[in-house]
C-alpha cells in the first residue's frame, strides 16, 4: 500500500523530485529530441553508478515508473507524472524500440490489470487507465511481433468481458441486482476505459483491424446492452459513448476493410445501435438537463455520429436500397437529442457547440434532402442555430463554427441552386418551409455581408454561400443594397451603391469555382472600397 506516517509527505516530495530528474534527463539524452551529446556522459555514470549504456538508464527509469504505479497508486501526481513519463519515453521511435527490449516493459505486456496495477481502480482519476492502456498499446505494436502477440496481450480482458457476458445474459448465480449490479457497473466503466486506451493506440490498418476482430462479435454486442441498464448514469454512458466515439474515428485512415467485408457497415450498425438505445430513453426518460447528465451525453453521441458520418468506411446509399433502419433511426434520433439542447445552451457550452455544427455540416453536405424533408419547425430550428452560429466570427470565438455554418449554408443553397430532378420531393419541402419564414435566407445573406465589412479572419470561409444566396434571393439583395444606402449621409450614398453594384462584375449565373472566386475577389474589393470611405 501507499506509505503512510509522518515522513510520507517527505517521501512523496522525494518521489516528485525524481520524476523530474528523470523528465530532465530524458529531454536532454534520450530520443530523436536529445539535445546533449551523451559521450563522456555514460563513462561517468559507469564510474559513478554502474551504468554504462542508454538500456540500463532506461531500465532503472521504468523500473521506478513502475514500481510508483504500484506502490504510490493513491497519490494522483505521482501516479500522473509517471504516466506522462512513460508516455514521453514509448512516444521516441528509437526510445519506444529499447522500451520492448525491457524485462520490466515485457511483464507489463503480459500482466496487467488491476489487480497487477492497482493505480488503474485506486488512483482516484479514471483517465489515468485510458493513458496507460494507449501508451502500452503503442510500445506493443512498435515492431511486428507486438502484431503477433495481439491475443495474448487482449488474454487480461477476457474473463472481465466474460464475467460481464454472464452478467447481461442473466446467468449469473446472484441475479442481476444489488451486489452483482454494483460490481458488474464498476467493471463496465473499468473496462471501457481501458479497451478505449487500447483503441487509441491502434494507429493503423492492420492493428485496427486486429482489435476489431477481436472485440465483434464477441463483445461488442454486449457493451451496447449496458446502455439499456445505465442508460441515465453518467458514470457509465460517458466511458461507453466515448470509447464507440474513439472506435468509429477513422484517424489516419485506419479504419480500411477489404473490399468483401461486410466490417464497416457492421460497425456503423453496432455504432447506430448504441446511440438509438442511448438517445431514445434520454429523449423519453428526460434526464435533468445538467452537463454532466445529459449535455455531455449528447456531445459525445454528435461526435461518435460524426465521425461515423465521415469516415468514409460506409456506403450509406446501402441502408435505404436494403430496407435498413440503421442510418435513419441513428439520423432521427441523434438530430431529435441534438434539438433538444436550446440554443443558448448550446452556445455555453464549448464541448457542445464544437460538436453540434460539424455534425449540421456533414449533414448539410451528404444528407441534404433529409434535412429538407424534415418537418418545418425543426428545419427551422436548424436553422436558426446555423444563424447563432454564423454570428460566432471574432476572436477570443472560436471560428471554426462559424465556417462550419457558412459551410453548411453553402451546401444548402446550392442544393437549391442546382434543383437536380432526383431531389424535387426534398425541394417541394424546402419551398414549403421557406414559405413559413419568407425572411430567413435574405437575413443571413444581410448577415454575411455585415461580417464581410468586419475584419474577420475566415473571410473566406464567409464569402462561399454569399453568391449562391444572391443568385437564388435576387430581391432580397436589391432589398438589402438600398438600406445599406439609406442609413448612410447622402454624400457617401453614391459611392456605396457603386460598391455594391462592382460586388457581380463578371459574375455569371453558376456556382462553379472560377466563378465563386471571381465573387470571392469582388468581395475583397468591395470591403477596401468601403473602408476606404
Known amino acids: 500500500g501507499t506509505p503512510q506516517g509522518p515522513s510520507s509527505a517527505t517521501l512523496q516530495r522525494l518521489e516528485l523530485a525524481l520524476l523530474y530528474v528523470f523528465q530532465n534527463f530524458r529531454k536532454a539524452y534520450i530520443g530523436e529530441q536529445a539535445n546533449v551529446s551523451s559521450t563522456n556522459l555514460y563513462a561517468r555514470l559507469a564510474e559513478r553508478v554502474g551504468i554504462a549504456d542508454h538500456v540500463t538508464v532506461m531500465d532503472v527509469i521504468m523500473n521506478k515508473t513502475m514500481s510508483n504505479l504500484k506502490v504510490w497508486c493513491r497519490h494522483g501526481e505521482i501516479v500522473e ?10 512516444a521516441g521511435y528509437s526510445s519506444s524500440k529499447t522500451l520492448l527490449k525491457l524485462q520490466v516493459v515485457s511483464l507489463a505486456l503480459q500482466h496487467h490489470g488491476p489487480s497487477q496495477l492497482p493505480f488503474l481502480t485506486l488512483s482516484g482519476n479514471p483517465r489515468h487507465r485510458t493513458t496507460f492502456y494507449t501508451t502500452l498499446t503503442r510500445i506493443l505494436l512498435m515492431d511486428d ?4 502477440d495481439f491475443e495474448a496481450y487482449m488474454a487480461p480482458f477476457v474473463p472481465v468481458l466474460q464475467h460481464l457476458s454472464a452478467f447481461f445474459s442473466e446467468q449469473m448465480p446472484g441475479g442481476t441486482t444489488g451486489p452483482a449490479r454494483e460490481e458488474a457497473k464498476s467493471l463496465v466503466m473499468g473496462v471501457l476505459r481501458d479497451l478505449r486506451g487500447v483503441c487509441i493506440g491502434t494507429a493503423n490498418r492492420r492493428a485496427y483491424s486486429l482489435f476489431f476482430d477481436w472485440l465483434y462479435p464477441d463483445y461488442m454486442p454486449m457493451l451496447v446492452k449496458a446502455a439499456e441498464l445505465w442508460w441515465n448514469d453518467a458514470d457509465v454512458t460517458t466511458p461507453l459513448l466515448k ?3 474513439e472506435l468509429v474515428h477513422n484517424k489516419c485512415q485506419r479504419i480500411a476493410f477489404e473490399c468483401s467485408s461486410p466490417n464497416g457497415i457492421l460497425l456503423f450498425r453496432e455504432a447506430s445501435q448504441l446511440l438509438v438505445t442511448y438517445g431514445r430513453r434520454i429523449l423519453a426518460g428526460g434526464a435533468p438537463p445538467t452537463y454532466k447528465d445529459r449535455y455531455k451525453g449528447i456531445a459525445i453521441s454528435l461526435f461518435a455520429i460524426t465521425r461515423c458520418l465521415s469516415g468514409g468506411y460506409v456506403n450509406f446509399g446501402v441502408f435505404q436500397l436494403y430496407g435498413d433502419n440503421a442510418l435513419s433511426d441513428a439520423l432521427d434520433t441523434v438530430l431529435q437529442l441534438s434539438l433538444s439542447v436550446p440554443v443558448q445552451e448550446l452556445m455555453a457550452y ?3 457547440m464544437r460538436a453540434y455544427f460539424p455534425f449540421q455540416e456533414i449533414l448539410f453536405h451528404n444528407h441534404t434532402a433529409y434535412l429538407c424533408k424534415l418537418e418545418t419547425p425543426f428545419f427551422l430550428q436548424i436553422m ?3 444563424q447563432s452560429g454564423l454570428k460566432w466570427i471574432n476572436p477570443p470565438h472560436d471560428i471554426s463554427v462559424s465556417s462550419e455554418c457558412a459551410s453548411a449554408l ?3 443553397v446550392d442544393f437549391r441552386f442546382r434543383s437536380s430532378k432526383k431531389d424535387v420531393e426534398a425541394l417541394t419541402s424546402l419551398e414549403k418551409h421557406l414559405a413559413e419564414n419568407p ?8 448577415l454575411l455581408i455585415e461580417s464581410s465589412l468586419d475584419d474577420c479572419p475566415n473571410q473566406w470561409a464567409l464569402s462561399r454561400p454569399m453568391l449562391g444566396l444572391i443568385l437564388t434571393n435576387g430581391d432580397a439583395f436589391d432589398q438589402i443594397k438600398r438600406q445599406m444606402c ?4 447622402a454624400e457617401r450614398r453614391e459611392r456605396m451603391h457603386e460598391a455594391l453594384n462592382k460586388l457581380m462584375d463578371g459574375v455569371q449565373r453558376n456556382l462553379e469555382s472560377r466563378n465563386r472566386d471571381r465573387f470571392t475577389q469582388n468581395l475583397t474589393s468591395f470591403r477596401h472600397d468601403v473602408k476606404a470611405f
Open 81 to 90: 507524472k509517471s504516466l506522462l513519463l512513460f508516455h514521453e519515453l514509448a
Open 145 to 148: 511481433n507486438g502484431l503477433m
Open 243 to 245: 470509447f464507440f466515439a
Open 350 to 352: 464549448p464541448k457542445v
Open 384 to 386: 436558426n442555430n446555423v
Open 410 to 412: 453553402y451546401h444548402l
Open 439 to 446: 425572411q430567413m435566407f435574405g437575413a443571413l445573406l444581410a
Open 486 to 489: 439609406e442609413t448612410l449621409p
